[in-house]
Structure formats: structure tokens, C-alpha cells
């Protein structure tokens, strides 16, 4: 019922007439670590591949409800009682992560670059801080969020393995993300966590096929590290 409640209250401001408002926005980046299941992770042994991870959203939060309770209906109110956060993306066509990591000899020789997009996702649990105001008395926050998940790479190797041909990598999937933010200042958080994804298969140089699944990408582990700056951003609702 709280997700329920969430997208109630996100509709309801929407289909408000268009008006300017300041929301706080939050922008996350740092370093994450990938592992690929199957033929990438056994070339490469326990050492991931690297990748920039991104996060940008306006964010819709408990402080800004009680500071704006005439932007919301009347009758969705007792429901927005219930929001801790709603978090928008500006646009969907914004990476979410940004794979660089360049072929090591010494580390198999396989290297890979593209990006990730998330264009929706849910928060499954939001436990902590419920509070910005109040980061000083309980400055750590734990998230689970479960998003959807498109992934392009172009993949290849330096030393001619037969093993890791040349593919293109398209593939849509869903992640399941953990994530602890912690606030080091009011604006500044950091953020740790990690997740799995889980894609449908596809065999390393083809497209179309999608196994046998010992020679295909569909399931990954990651970690990350990030910055998050928070700043007053105009938007128009």
C-alpha cells in the first residue's frame, strides 16, 4: 500500500495546472565494481570490471511535503502523510551507469565499454533518517530499491581468446539494489551498497541466441561507492 500511496501522491502533483516550485535534487557519482557471471568472470578470475555510477533526481521528500502542503490535492493528503520520498528522474535517456573498463594482459585481456539505463524502479524498504533536517541526530538512511534495467556493452578481447568473441551486448533485465547513504553534511551524503541483476541471456558472440547458459551474460554482482550533492533545483510541476 505505501508504493500505492507514492504513485498516488507523484499523479496527483502532476496533474496539477503547471506551476514553478524549487525541489531539492541530488546528484550521486562515484566508482562501482562489476562481475559478470560465466565466461567473463572465469577469464578474469575474481577481479571486476570497472564502470562510473550515476544518480540524478529531483527529490520530492518529507520535508518538502510539509513545507508545500497547498501543492497537493485535498483529498490525497492524508495519503502524502505516509510519503517519506519520491524520487524523479529528469529523463529516462540519462545512463545510469557508465562502463569503462579497458582489456589488462595480465588480467585475461577482455575489456568492455557502454551503459546502463533505469528508467523505473520502486523503493522496497527506506528505514533511518526520515528527516533531512534532522541528518545530525540520525545521519544514516538504508535503502532496497528494484528497478528496471537496459544494459548495452560492446565486449571484446586483445589476445584473440577464442573463448570471448567481439559481442554487442542488448540486453533488458531487472536489478536489486542496497544501498546505505550516509550524510556527512547537511548537502553531502555518501552512499555504499551493492545488488545483483539478472538479464535475459545472451550467448558471448551472437545476438539472438540465448545459451547454453555457461557461454552467456545474464546474471551480475556489483558494489559502489558514491558522492551525493544535494541543491535547490527549479522545476516546473
Not at 113 to 138: D, E, I
Request: aromatic share 12%; glycine share 8%; proline share 8%.
Amino acid at each position: 500500500m505505501s508504493t500505492v500511496r507514492r504513485l498516488l501522491v507523484l499523479i496527483s502533483l502532476w496533474a496539477l495546472p503547471s506551476f514553478a516550485v524549487v525541489v531539492p535534487a541530488d546528484l550521486g557519482i562515484g566508482p562501482s565494481a562489476f562481475w559478470f557471471f560465466g565466461p567473463l568472470t572465469e577469464n578474469r578470475g575474481g577481479v571486476p570490471h570497472f564502470a562510473l555510477a550515476f544518480d540524478l533526481a529531483a527529490v520530492i521528500d518529507r520535508d518538502w511535503i510539509l513545507d508545500h502542503p497547498q501543492s497537493i490535492p485535498p483529498q490525497y493528503r492524508g495519503m502524502a502523510d505516509k510519503v517519506t520520498q519520491l524520487r524523479v528522474g529528469p529523463s529516462i535517456f540519462i545512463p545510469s551507469t557508465l562502463y569503462v573498463s579497458p582489456p589488462i594482459d595480465p588480467l585475461g585481456s577482455v575489456g568492455l565499454f557502454g551503459a546502463s539505463w533505469t528508467p523505473l524502479g520502486l523503493t522496497l524498504l527506506n528505514v533511518g533518517q526520515k528527516s533531512a533536517r534532522l541528518w545530525k541526530q540520525t545521519p544514516v538512511r538504508f535503502l532496497v530499491d528494484a528497478e528496471l534495467l537496459l544494459t548495452a556493452l560492446v565486449i571484446f578481447n586483445t589476445q584473440g581468446l577464442a573463448g570471448i568473441p567481439t559481442t554487442f551486448f542488448l540486453r533488458p533485465g531487472a536489478q536489486l539494489k542496497v544501498q546505505t547513504l550516509i550524510n556527512l553534511s547537511e548537502d553531502v551524503l555518501l552512499g555504499i551498497g551493492g545488488g545483483a541483476q539478472i538479464y535475459v541471456p545472451q550467448r558471448l558472440g551472437t545476438f539472438i541466441e540465448f545459451g547454453p547458459l555457461n557461454e552467456a551474460i545474464f546474471v551480475t554482482a556489483f558494489a559502489f561507492l558514491q558522492l551525493h550533492f544535494r541543491f535547490p533545483y527549479d522545476v516546473n510541476l
